[in-house]
């Protein structure tokens, strides 16, 4: 059984597969095949524990002889007005030049009257598609012992599109924004992934029977890219109903398409039947090979410099921007050191169950590589 869940989650963690054949295709990206040859990546430590966990993964990729070379970015202390964000241009400027990246969590101050940190990296960089697998772990118990989905998020529009207004004081309005070309892009994105990863259905989530006109147009966006593919199985589910579904009986859902909030819901719902966005990668991918993974848990203000601080959601993120990049070797053999040490119980974080610290979680992943 439980060689069975790893395999699951083997194939459940190449979430940019999909995303690699947009860099194959594409004569702006970078060849890279090479395990040889050192690649350049961005990498956003991020707020609260986001430093100390973005330290443990870049000790871990450099035991494990990864031949990445991190640009590390720092978000700025003043809004910048190019951007109307934290998130100053040089940022971005760095993930375009780089192409890739990995980010540590970040916090907006809430109703400040400027842009979010993650939104503006999504909308400057053109990050439309959010691709969450969500697999059962071995030797981690919870509620569900097969969990094997991915949520695939329309990430540059819907109710993030940033458009709100005060209509007159005391009423205040707020614009979902659903376009042809963000809805097919993101379901061509959703089927092609769908099919190079061996996946059987597409479930597209909506609320048309209540927003007629957008998730309607979503959904004939949806609709035209699944007559291209039948091979594969289409369905369409109402959210609301998703989300019950999902906790009573998950196996039933393979890849999923949704719109941005419905999205943002969902994949935190699921990150739960695995264990929590603690052990949660997630990956947001762009046209031409562009992509940023991430973690997607909070910033923890409260566990900063107490070494209590899990790794594991920002270091299996780094091991799908590996399989981005096409080193599948390196990335396996973190990626099983990771499954090992959590198999084994022996030295886990608290919030997994155990007792021990960041520093000797990280040095019992160091321990498995191969």
């Known amino acids: 059984m439980r060689q069975g869940v790893a395999s699951a989650l083997l194939r459940g963690l190449q979430a940019t597969r999909a995303s690699s054949s947009l860099a194959e295709s594409s004569n702006l990206v970078r060849a890279y095949s090479s395990a040889n040859t050192p690649i350049t990546a961005t990498l956003f430590p991020g707020d609260g524990i986001g430093p100390e966990i973005a330290e443990a993964v870049q000790t871990i990729f450099k035991a494990a002889e990864a031949p990445i070379v991190w640009d590390e970015q720092h978000i700025g202390k003043e809004v910048d007005p190019r951007t109307n964000s934290f998130i100053t241009r040089e940022n971005l400027d760095s993930v375009l030049k780089h192409r890739i990246g990995l980010k540590g969590p970040m916090t907006t101050p809430i109703g400040k009257g400027f842009r979010s940190l993650n939104l503006t990296l999504r ?3 053109q990050l439309y598609a959010n691709v969450r697998p969500c697999v059962s772990i071995p030797g981690y118990k919870t509620r569900y012992d097969d969990v094997d989905l991915v949520t695939i998020r329309e990430n540059t529009e819907g109710e993030y599109s940033g ?41 597209a989530v909506h609320k048309a029977n209540i927003m007629k006109l957008t998730d309607g147009a979503f959904l004939r966006c949806v609709r035209a890219v699944a007559e291209r593919y039948p091979d594969i199985k289409y369905d369409e589910m109402i959210v609301d109903n998703t989300c019950m579904q999902l906790v009573t009986r998950p196996t039933q859902f ?13 994949s935190d719902l699921c990150a739960g039947l695995i264990g929590g966005l603690g052990l949660t990668p997630s990956g947001n991918i762009g046209a031409n090979g562009l992509a940023l993974m991430e973690a997607v848990h909070g910033t923890a203000p409260d566990l900063v410099g107490k070494d209590a601080a899990n790794p594991t959601a920002l270091l299996l993120s780094g091991v799908m921007m590996l399989r981005h990049l096409r080193l599948t070797d390196v990335a396996g053999n973190i990626e099983q050191a990771v499954l090992a040490t959590i198999a084994e119980g022996q030295y886990l974080t608290r919030d ?8 000797d979680f990280t040095k019992a992943i160091i321990g498995h590589l191969k």
């Open 123 to 125: 909308k400057e960089l």
């Open 254 to 266: 393979d890849v999923m398409v949704m719109p941005n909030l419905y999205g943002d819901i969902c």
């Open 163 to 203: 458009l709100e207004h005060e209509v007159v004081p005391g009423v205040v309005e707020s614009l979902k924004i659903i376009t042809h070309v963000a809805s097919t892009r993101v379901a061509e994105f959703a089927f092609d992934y769908a099919q190079k990863n061996n996946r059987r259905k597409v479930t």
């Open 352 to 359: 997994l169950g155990g007792k021990s610290g960041t520093k």
